[in-house]
C-alpha cells in the first residue's frame, strides 16, 4: 500500500537557508563624498532594523544606500541584496519581485509574503527596497510584515517620503556640498583634488568621461564652483550639465542655465528650491534638445526599465519621428546623458533614470500622445510573447527564456494597461495566455496566474483569447498540485470549444485535463484523455513542445498502467521530434520518462545518466518541477548496486531526498499530490531505512535539506562524492548550455 506522500517518519521539514551571498550590482562610475553620510547610515542600521533614505529625485540615494549596503554586507552571513521597486506598478507584484530579486522562485499558489517568511526564516540578510515612492503603501505594510515574522532581517529603503512603518529611522540627504562662492584673486596654481567640495569633484569626475582631459585648473575653479552652486549640488544637475561639455564651455553652461532658470522657474512658490532647481536642470535639459529629440524623450518614457534599439523604432516612430532617425535620436539622448546604455548578452541596451521619465512622461501627457504609445507598446511587447512562443520549440529556445526575461518589466506594464483600459480586455487574456512557456518553463508559475485570474474575472465574452488563457491556467494550477482549481476551468475551457466549434482550444483543454487525470492517480482516464489530445492535434497539424509533452504523459500513464513497453514506444516518438526540432525543455522530461522505465528494466546505470541529464536541462530554464523530479529519481538510483558486490549510496541517497523536499516546497504540492510520481521516493526511503541505523538516516537527510538550489543540482549531477562526478573544473553551480541532442541509450 502507497505511503502517505506529505510526510515520512525521520523527515523533519528541510531548513530554508537562501539566499546565500547576496547581489548588488557592482558601480560602474566612480563614487564621490558622502563620507558622513555613509558612517551616520552604518550607525543607522546597526541600531535599527528599517532605515528609510530620503530626499528629492536626483539627490543619490540609489548610490548612496548601494554602497552602504556594500560595505554592512560583510555583517549579515546571508548577504545584502537589491530590490528594484521602480519597475513595480502593481503593488500585488511587490512580492513577486521580492522573491526574484532574492531567487527565491516558487510555483505554488501561496502568497509571496508567505513563501518570504518561510524561506527566509533563520536568515540574516540585508534588502536594499530602492525607488518605493509609487507604492510606499505596499512597500510599508510588506516592510513591517517581513520584519516582525524575520527578526535576522534588515531593510534599507529609498523614498522621495517616509514609508511610515513602525519603527523606521529616517537620514534626509542633503545636495552635495559646494563651498562658499570664490573670492578675491583666483588661487595660485591648481586647486588640489583633497580641497575640492564634492560638487566640483564629481562634476570633474563626470566631466573627465566626457573630456577626458578635464581638469579644475586655476583658470576655471571659479566658473566650476559657481556653475556647483548654481545647481544646488544635486548629483543628478551635475551630470547632466556635464554632458554638456560635448558643446560648450565652462562659462556657456552657466550662462545658458541662468537662462533656463529665469525661463522654467514656475510651480509651486513653497516648494524647496533644491526641488526648483532639478526640474529646472531638467527642463533645461530638455530645452537643449532639438525638437525630435524632445518628442523621443517623450515617448521612450512607456518604457519599463530597459529597451532595446528595435523596440524603441517600432514604439516611437511615427507622427513626426521616421523610423531610420530613430538610432541617431537615440544616440544623441545617450550623449546629452538623457538616456542610459546598457550592455547585455543580445547587444546594446537602453533606459531612462526615472526621474528623466517622469519628466518624459509629463510632456507625453501634454501632448496627448500617451494613449497611443501605449498601445504601440503593448503591441510589441505582445509581438515579444508571441515570436517567444514560436520560438520556444526550437533550438534557440533557452536564448528565448533570456530575451523574455529581459522583457519582463515591459511585459508587466502591457498586461497592465491591457487591465486597466476599456476595451483592451480580450488582449490581456491573449497576452497572458501567450505567456504560458514563460510562466510555466522559467519558474513563474505564481506570478502567471496572477495575470491570468485577474483577466479571466473582467472579460467572460467565449472567445478564442479567453479559452487560451483557461488552459493555460489549468495547466499553472495543475503544475502547483491545486487540482480544485484546475479542474473547473480545464472543463469550461472543453465546453466552450464544444460551443464554438474551437478545435485548438479542444486540443488543449482535453490535454490539459489529461495532465490532472494523470496527477490524480487515473492513469487509465488520463491515457484516454491523451490519446484524443493527441488525435486532435494531428487533425489540426498542431506540433510545439506540448505536443510532445502530450506524448510523453500519455507513455507515463502506461508506465503506471504496468505496460512499459508501449511507454518506451511514446518517450522514442518524443524524443525523435525533440531532436528534430533542437528542443530541450520538454526533451528533459522525457529524459526523465525514459530514465523511470529503464530504472524499472533493471537498467540503473542508463538510467542514472538520462536523470541527471534532465536535471541538468532543467536547471538551464530553472524549471523547479524538472528539477525536483529528477533529483527525487536519482535519489532512488544511488540505492542501487553499483557492480558486483558494490552496494549502493544509501546517505548519499538520503542527502539527495532531503535536497528535493526542500524544493518541493517551493514547488507546490509535494509530489503534485501524485501517489504514482510518490512511489520512487517512498521506495528509496524504505531501502534507506533499512540499510542505515536511525541517527545516520535522519543527518543525511537533514544535510540535503541545508543545501540550496544550485548545491542540490551539484550534488545531484555527481558533485557530492559519486562514482559518477562532474567533469575537472566543473563549479557548485556549473550548468553549461545544453550540448547537442543525442539518442537516448537504450537499456
Known amino acids: 500500500m502507497a505511503g502517505d506522500w506529505r510526510a515520512q517518519p525521520g523527515e523533519p521539514a528541510a531548513g530554508p537557508r537562501e539566499p546565500e551571498h547576496g547581489r548588488l550590482p557592482a558601480e560602474v562610475t566612480g563614487f564621490v563624498g558622502r563620507r558622513r553620510e555613509l558612517a551616520e547610515l552604518a550607525d543607522l542600521l546597526t541600531a535599527a532594523r528599517l532605515v528609510t533614505v530620503t530626499g528629492p529625485g536626483g539627490v543619490g540615494k540609489s548610490r548612496l544606500a548601494l554602497r552602504a549596503a556594500a560595505r554592512a554586507g560583510g555583517v549579515f552571513p546571508d548577504g545584502a541584496w537589491l530590490v528594484e521597486v521602480a519597475p513595480v506598478q502593481d503593488p500585488l507584484l511587490l512580492g513577486h519581485a521580492l522573491l526574484e530579486a532574492l531567487r527565491l522562485t516558487d510555483g505554488t499558489a501561496r502568497p509571496p509574503l508567505d513563501v518570504l517568511t518561510e524561506r527566509l526564516a533563520g536568515r540574516r540578510l540585508l534588502l536594499v527596497l530602492d525607488g518605493c515612492e509609487h507604492l510606499v503603501e505596499a512597500c510599508a505594510e510588506l516592510a513591517d510584515a517581513l520584519l516582525r515574522a524575520l527578526p ?31 573670492t578675491g584673486p583666483p588661487p595660485v596654481g591648481p586647486p588640489a583634488p583633497g580641497a575640492l567640495p564634492d560638487a566640483v569633484r564629481l562634476f570633474a569626475d563626470r566631466a573627465r568621461a566626457v573630456l577626458p582631459s578635464f581638469e579644475v585648473t586655476e583658470a576655471n575653479a571659479e566658473a566650476v564652483g559657481l556653475l556647483c552652486r548654481r545647481l544646488d549640488g544635486i548629483p543628478l544637475a551635475l551630470e547632466l550639465a556635464a554632458g554638456r561639455l560635448r558643446a560648450l564651455s565652462v562659462e556657456q553652461i552657466t550662462a545658458r542655465l541662468d537662462d533656463r532658470f529665469r525661463l522654467l522657474t514656475g510651480g509651486s512658490r513653497t516648494a524647496l528650491p533644491r526641488h526648483r532647481t532639478l526640474r529646472t536642470t531638467i527642463g533645461w535639459s530638455h530645452e537643449l534638445c532639438s525638437v525630435q529629440e524632445r518628442l523621443l524623450w517623450a515617448r521612450l518614457s512607456v518604457f519599463a526599465g530597459g529597451f532595446d534599439l528595435e523596440a ?46 517622469e519628466y518624459g512622461g509629463h510632456w507625453l501627457r501634454a501632448t496627448g500622445e500617451e494613449p497611443r504609445l501605449l498601445r504601440r507598446h503593448r503591441d510589441w511587447y505582445l509581438g515579444v510573447a508571441t515570436w517567444g512562443e514560436v520560438e520556444w520549440f526550437g533550438p534557440r529556445q533557452a536564448e528565448t ?14 498586461l497592465e494597461f491591457c487591465l486597466a483600459e476599456p476595451g483592451e480586455e480580450q488582449l490581456a487574456l491573449l497576452l497572458a495566455g501567450t505567456l504560458w512557456f514563460y510562466w510555466v518553463g522559467c519558474g513563474h508559475l505564481g506570478e502567471g496566474r496572477h495575470w491570468l485570474d485577474r483577466a479571466l474575472a473582467l472579460d467572460r465574452a467565449p472567445t478564442e483569447a479567453r479559452a487560451k ?145 534532465c536535471v541538468r536541462l532543467n536547471h538551464l530554464f530553472h524549471d ?16 542501487e548496486p553499483t557492480g558486483p558486490g558494490e552496494p549502493g549510496d544509501l546517505r548519499e541517497a538520503r542527502v539527495l531526498q532531503g535536497a528535493a523536499h526542500r524544493i518541493w516546497r517551493t514547488v507546490g504540492t509535494p509530489f503534485l499530490g501524485s501517489r504514482n510520481f510518490f512511489g520512487t521516493h517512498q521506495e528509496c526511503a524504505e531501502r534507506a531505512r533499512a540499510g542505515l541505523a536511525v541517527q545516520e538516516y535522519r543527518e543525511s537527510y537533514e544535510a540535503g535539506s541545508r543545501l540550496d538550489l544550485d548545491e542540490a543540482v551539484s550534488r545531484a549531477l555527481g558533485g557530492g562524492g559519486s562514482a559518477d562526478g562532474p567533469e575537472p573544473g566543473a563549479g557548485p553551480c556549473s550548468v553549461p548550455p545544453a550540448p547537442a541532442l543525442s539518442p537516448v541509450p537504450k537499456s
Open 312 to 357: 524603441a523604432e517600432y514604439v516611437c516612430a511615427g507622427e513626426g519621428i521616421e523610423p531610420e532617425d530613430v538610432l541617431d535620436l537615440v544616440d544623441e539622448l545617450v550623449a546629452k546623458s538623457v538616456v542610459l546604455r546598457e550592455d547585455s548578452a543580445f547587444g546594446v541596451r537602453f533606459r531612462l533614470l526615472d526621474t528623466l521619465r
Open 469 to 613: 488563457a483557461l488552459w493555460v491556467t489549468g495547466y499553472t494550477a495543475t503544475l502547483q498540485g491545486d487540482l480544485e482549481a484546475a479542474r473547473p476551468v480545464l472543463e469550461e475551457c472543453r465546453r466552450q470549444a464544444l460551443d464554438t466549434g474551437d478545435d485548438r482550444a479542444l486540443a488543449y483543454a482535453v490535454h490539459r485535463q489529461g495532465c490532472a487525470a494523470l496527477i490524480g492517480d487515473d492513469p487509465d482516464r488520463a491515457a484516454e484523455l491523451f490519446e484524443e489530445a493527441l488525435w486532435h492535434y494531428r487533425t489540426i497539424g498542431e506540433l510545439n513542445s506540448n505536443v510532445v509533452m502530450a506524448m510523453l504523459e500519455l507513455g507515463l500513464a502506461h508506465l503506471f498502467q504496468g505496460d512499459p513497453d508501449s511507454g518506451e514506444l511514446w518517450f522514442g516518438q518524443a524524443r525523435e521530434l525533440c531532436e528534430e526540432h533542437g528542443e530541450q525543455w520538454a526533451y528533459a522530461y522525457v529524459l526523465y520518462a525514459t530514465a523511470y522505465s529503464h530504472w524499472l528494466d533493471g537498467a540503473v546505470q542508463p538510467a542514472r545518466a538520462l536523470a541527471r541529464e
Open 624 to 639: 523547479l518541477l524538472g528539477i525536483v523530479l529528477g533529483i527525487d529519481l536519482l535519489a532512488l538510483l544511488e540505492t
Open 401 to 414: 527564456a533570456e530575451r523574455t526575461e529581459l522583457a519582463h518589466p515591459n511585459l508587466r506594464a502591457a
Open 152 to 182: 535576522g532581517l534588515r531593510l534599507l529603503a529609498t523614498s522621495r517620503t517616509a514609508l511610515r512603518a513602525s519603527g523606521e529611522h529616517l537620514l534626509t540627504l542633503a545636495p552635495l556640498p559646494v563651498g562658499p562662492l570664490p
